[in-house]
């Protein structure tokens, strides 16, 4: 079974700060990972993910994760903070063939003028 | 193009009171997901179809809850009867599966319908 761990329920961050969410999982197989966005009152919206290739994986907004199988780590950053990014991130995991995303707890950052 | 489109947004009732979720997916979308996402918490999956099969519900509570995919579009979430524990908002998502890999599929989820049993 596979799992999800985000290390911070809360984090903050002040404008042009950079960002780091991080995010562990566990699978017996290899992963596929990805990392979505809620903002207040919206769906989940998809902001990277890794499937296979190339470990460094750019979203939009200016995000970007590494895949690091050595420390099962998937972590979020963005080398500058804007006042936009304040959300709710979760980090989700699924495997070849298997149709379901399991979620992590979620992280809400927040962005301080 | 229209997406996940989801209702009602808020429904507020007592305990064991019926309630009733709908969903609309992405036109085209073969595979439609309904998540729970309790307050402070990660969606969780409680049933997914493929057109109108039901292939995954193995962590929807059966008692209480009932789900249906008419003809591999629309889809209805019911919960008979509520419990105070049923107060979460409860995601739709759709996404399309041709053959492939389901895994790396993206979901693109509604806006939530968010339930308050008292």
């Known amino acids: 079974a596979q799992s999800v761990t985000q290390l911070g329920s809360h984090v903050s961050v002040s404008e042009g700060a950079l960002v780091l969410l991080r995010c562990n999982y566990s699978s017996s197989v290899p992963p596929y990972l990805f990392w979505y966005v809620q903002y207040p009152n919206q769906g989940l919206q998809l902001l990277l993910k890794y499937t296979t290739g190339a470990t460094l994986v750019k979203g939009i907004n200016g995000f970007e994760a590494e895949f690091k199988k050595s420390e099962t780590s998937f972590h979020l950053t963005k080398p500058s903070a804007h006042m936009s990014d304040a959300a709710e991130y979760f980090c989700?995991?699924?495997?070849?063939?298997?149709?379901?995303?399991?979620f992590g707890k979620g992280t809400k950052l927040s962005v301080k003028p | 193009e229209a997406g996940v489109v989801q209702s009602p947004r808020y429904k507020i009732i007592e305990k064991k009171q019926p309630v009733a979720f709908w969903c609309n997916p992405i036109?085209?979308?073969?595979?439609l997901y309904w998540y729970r996402q309790n307050l402070g918490q990660g969606p969780e999956l409680l049933i997914r179809y493929e057109n109108e099969e039901a292939v995954d519900d193995s962590q929807l509570p059966k008692d209480r809850f009932s789900a249906e995919r008419l003809k591999g579009v629309d889809s209805t979430l019911k919960i008979q009867p509520a419990e105070l524990g049923d107060s979460a908002v409860y995601l739709c998502a759709s996404s399309f599966i041709q053959g492939g890999d389901s895994g790396a599929n993206v979901l693109t989820f509604g806006a939530g319908s968010r339930l308050t049993v008292l």
């Open positions: 989700a995991v699924s495997v070849r063939s298997q149709g379901n995303l399991i």
């Open positions: 036109s085209g979308h073969n595979t």
